[in-house]
């Protein structure tokens, strides 16, 4: 990661620009034992608290870890209930990013993230078209499977 | 061109990203 992926011009200006950046030791302590640390690189999404809401194991290249910190920082908005705050960082990877890893994921958390908005089933369903027919192998169109019945 | 500065300093990070509404990136590395 320190020889790739972080002195990356998009990676760095993204990480300056959106997130608080700390590096420790694999066996820093107590903070290896608090987040289970037990392979590296290790990346975590924390929020302002402390509280571990994303985690990234083993290398990414840039083109790959920039809409997998934004699918981080989805979720810590997403996990407390910030549900506007997570939309443009998901729509942001699934428009800029969609052929990333993160980019299924962050398909279906939009159709819940709109669900919830909304209280209609039907960003659900369109989820799960849209999974079915971008990323039809993928984890998350297995997972949005039931949405197609609604 | 940015460049990301590290900080270990685990309890200042806290405390600046409550100041500034933004989330930590955690990173644990080996440099071995």
């Given amino acids: 990661m320190g020889a790739v992926t972080y002195p990356d011009s998009r990676v760095a200006e993204f990480v300056v620009s959106r997130m608080i950046p700390v590096q420790l030791l694999f066996d820093a302590q107590p903070y290896a034992a608090q987040y289970n640390i037990k392979w590296t690189p290790t990346m975590i999404v924390l929020d302002p608290e402390g509280k ?6 083993g290398f990414l290249p840039p083109d790959e870890f920039v809409p997998g910190l934004l699918l ?5 908005s997403f996990d407390r209930d910030d549900l506007e705050g997570a939309l443009p960082d998901l729509e942001r990877i699934i428009s800029s990013y969609p052929r990333s890893a993160a980019a299924p994921e962050a398909m279906y958390l939009r159709g819940v993230v709109q669900y919830k908005t909304t209280h209609k089933a039907e960003p659900l369903k369109e989820a799960f078209e849209q999974l079915k027919r971008d990323y039809p192998s993928s984890e998350w ?3 949005a499977m039931p949405y197609g019945l609604l | ?8 300093d685990m309890s200042a990070a ?6 500034e509404g933004k989330p930590i990136l955690l990173d644990f590395f080996n440099p071995g």
């Fill in chain 2, 1 to 8: 061109m940015a460049e990301v500065k590290w900080t270990s």
């Fill in chain 1, 52 to 57: 571990e809401h994303h985690r990234i194991v």
């Fill in chain 1, 72 to 76: 981080g920082i989805a979720k810590v």
């Fill in chain 1, 141 to 143: 169109a297995k997972r």
């Fill in chain 2, 14 to 19: 806290l405390s600046l990203a409550k100041s």
